[in-house]
C-alpha cells in the first residue's frame, strides 16, 4: 500500500518560513515525479511545485523566488521550503506523485494516483 505522508504545517505571520516535508511508504520515489499542490478555502486545487524525475524543479509563477522543491533520497521524502509567507498562501498543501515517472512542463494538470492527506498553513497579516 502506498501512503504519502504530508507535514510541517502550521500558523506564521506573513513573512515567515515553514518548511513541509512529504513522506513516502510502499513507493519509492527515485525516478519519479513528486509535485505539491494546495487548496484554499472555496477556490480550486492548484500547483505549487515540482520536483521532477529528473531532479527538475518547476513553480508555478505565484511560487517562484520564495519556494524552493528539494528531495532526500535517502529518506524519500520531498521538501517544499516556503519563504517570505503571503497571507493568499494560506490552504491545505498536498503532495501527490504517480508510477508514470516524469512529468514535465504540464506537471500541474497531470493526475496523479498518490496523494496524501494534506497538512494546514495558514499565514496572517
Known amino acids: 500500500e502506498v501512503q504519502l505522508v504530508e507535514s510541517g504545517g502550521g500558523s506564521v505571520q506573513a513573512g515567515g518560513s515553514l518548511r513541509l516535508s512529504c513522506a513516502s511508504s510502499?513507493?519509492?520515489?527515485?525516478?519519479?515525479?513528486v509535485v505539491w499542490f494546495r487548496q484554499a478555502p472555496g477556490k480550486a486545487r492548484e500547483g505549487v511545485g515540482c520536483?521532477?524525475?529528473?531532479?527538475?524543479?518547476r513553480y508555478t509563477d505565484s511560487a517562484k523566488g520564495r519556494f524552493t522543491v528539494s528531495s532526500d533520497a535517502v529518506k524519500n521524502t520531498v521538501y517544499l521550503q516556503m519563504n517570505d509567507l503571503k497571507p493568499e498562501d494560506t490552504g491545505v498543501y498536498y503532495c501527490?506523485?504517480?508510477?508514470?515517472?516524469?512529468?514535465?512542463?504540464?506537471?500541474?494538470?497531470?493526475?496523479?494516483?498518490?496523494w496524501g492527506q494534506g497538512t494546514q498553513v495558514t499565514v496572517s497579516s
Open positions: 520536483y521532477d524525475s529528473d531532479g527538475t524543479t
Open positions: 501527490a506523485t504517480d508510477p508514470r515517472g516524469g512529468a514535465g512542463f504540464l506537471w500541474a494538470s497531470l493526475p496523479y494516483d498518490y
Open positions: 510502499g513507493f519509492n520515489f527515485d525516478g519519479y515525479a
